[in-house]
């Protein structure tokens, strides 16, 4: 079993490039289902859902490779619809095949992405998305079956939450649809523009991505593509924390400062002194860190409920209270009762926490239950006194490339032993 030794207490001081998104590479990554071309993706993290959605693409018959940070994908030979379990199960967002499969092939058979760490994670507003396009989708025992029979049509589709997934899943169902199909209620998140930004180069007709109306005009010629994926806002989130965590000054770059005003202003009001420009942020803390007003987690461009943990981390040790409000998902304070066995004092009711600051956390062994409460560990250990422990590292090795080599160029000491 594989663990991150973390020595706290070291200032952080240097530059980080932030990588390529996570929540925008893995739908692109579906979407190269639709042209049967070639796809060139630059800017692709490594990333352990990285390699479970290529490992999806060679099951369906396409062609990766990977050279550096850019990956290929030819959907040309692409001779199957199924996904199996196994695979199914590697990642919750494997449900974005569907639409994409669907699209291009007619018919599609998946088994239900596995119930998730954060809570119960439905996915019924990707099924009546897809059923409103005519597609008929049966359910049996935990596998879905799903054909279009004489083809899918464009439609009117109101998603009851303004869910990213479903909202990605229409959008990419909606390109092998008759006509046009509009998407109201929509989630406007960041990634769903890189995604129209990305169908766009294969020749698709997309507009209104970033608002909460999507329209998508169906069955266009489709060619090869080229396509840079945008920086990851939540890891350039999580280096923030950690500067505001370890104390220092750490400059984020790469990152439109814009998509993480909620962020940044909380940080401000802790006590950092934080400057964007261009596509940096640079993020100083000398003193300590203050409570701040109630965080209450919400889509785009609401404070993101990924960037909840890791932020939770750097408010464990200061002064204050601060009251955290998680309206997303029903189970994501997992980190919580890890952060305590490093000194933090939080109380959580439901989706409620409250954390009031201690003057310092110390290391502890400690074990990431998911992926952001595991970056929660990471930030509070590099705050806290003496050395932690993290282990459950597949959770954080799904969403962060190489973090421990960016954060020891910053002065960390994290070391990833057996
Ligand atoms: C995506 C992100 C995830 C982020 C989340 C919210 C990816 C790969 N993952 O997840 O990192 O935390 O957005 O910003 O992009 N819901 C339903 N029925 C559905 C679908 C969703 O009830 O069919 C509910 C969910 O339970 C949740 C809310 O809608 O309460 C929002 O979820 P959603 O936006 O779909 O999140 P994901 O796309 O799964």
Redesign the pocket.
């Known amino acids: 079993m594989s663990a991150f030794l973390v020595e706290g207490g070291r200032r952080l001081s240097g530059a980080v490039a932030v990588h390529g998104a ?2 925008s590479v ?2 692109i990554l579906a979407a190269t289902l639709l042209s049967g071309g070639r796809s060139v993706i630059h800017n692709c993290p490594r990333l352990s859902d990285v390699d479970a959605s290529l490992a999806i693409l060679e099951h369906l018959g396409c062609r990766t490779s990977r050279e550096g940070d850019t990956v290929t994908v030819d959907s040309g030979p692409m001779d199957r619809y199924d996904v199996p379990d196994a695979l199914m199960r590697e990642m ?2 494997s449900v ?1 095949f569907l639409g994409a499969i669907l699209a291009r092939t007619g018919q599609a058979s998946l088994s239900r992405p596995g119930g998730c760490e ?11 998305a897809l059923r409103a396009m005519g597609a008929r989708v049966e359910e049996r025992g935990g596998d879905l079956l799903c054909g279009a029979g004489a083809g899918l049509t464009g439609c009117t589709i109101t998603l ?9 899943n229409a959008m990419l169902a909606a390109c092998g649809c008759g006509g046009t199909t509009t998407i109201l209620n929509a ?1 406007r ?1 960041p ?1 769903i523009l890189d995604l129209q930004r990305f169908l766009r180069a294969m020749g698709a007709r997309v507009e209104g991505a970033g608002t909460s109306t999507v329209v998508v005009e169906g069955r266009r010629p489709l060619h090869d593509c080229e396509h840079r994926v945008m920086a990851d806002r ?1 890891v350039a989130a999580t280096y923030l924390a950690a500067g505001a965590a370890a104390g220092g000054e750490v400059l984020v770059t790469g990152i439109d400062g814009r998509q993480l005003s909620t962020v940044t202003a909380v940080l401000r009001e802790a006590g950092c002194r934080l400057h964007s420009e261009g596509d940096f942020i640079s993020l100083r803390r000398d003193g300590v860190l203050r409570g701040v007003r109630p965080i209450r987690t919400a ?2 461009p609401g404070f ?3 960037a909840q943990p890791p932020v939770m981390a750097a408010l464990c040790a200061g002064e204050g209270t601060t009251v955290l409000v998680e309206t ?3 189970n994501r304070f997992r980190h919580a009762s890890e952060l305590a066995r490093m000194g933090a004092d939080i109380r959580v009711e439901g989706r409620v926490a409250v954390v009031c600051g201690v003057p310092r956390l110390h290391g502890a062994p400690v074990e990431a239950a998911d992926l ?1 409460g595991g970056a929660a560990l990471l930030v509070a250990a590099l705050g806290a006194e003496g050395e932690s422990r993290i282990t459950g590292l597949r959770h954080i090795d799904r969403g962060y490339d190489r973090v421990e080599e960016a954060l020891t160029a910053l002065g960390a000491s994290v070391d990833r032993v057996e």
Do not use: M
Request: proline share 12%; glycine share 4%; charged share 25%.
């Open positions: 996570k929540n893995l739908p919750r967002s974005i954060l809570g119960p994670r439905p996915i019924d507003l990707h099924l009546a009851a939450i303004a869910s990213v997934g479903a909202t990605e989630a998140e990634e939540i889509p785009y993101p409920t990924d997303i998902f029903e952001r």
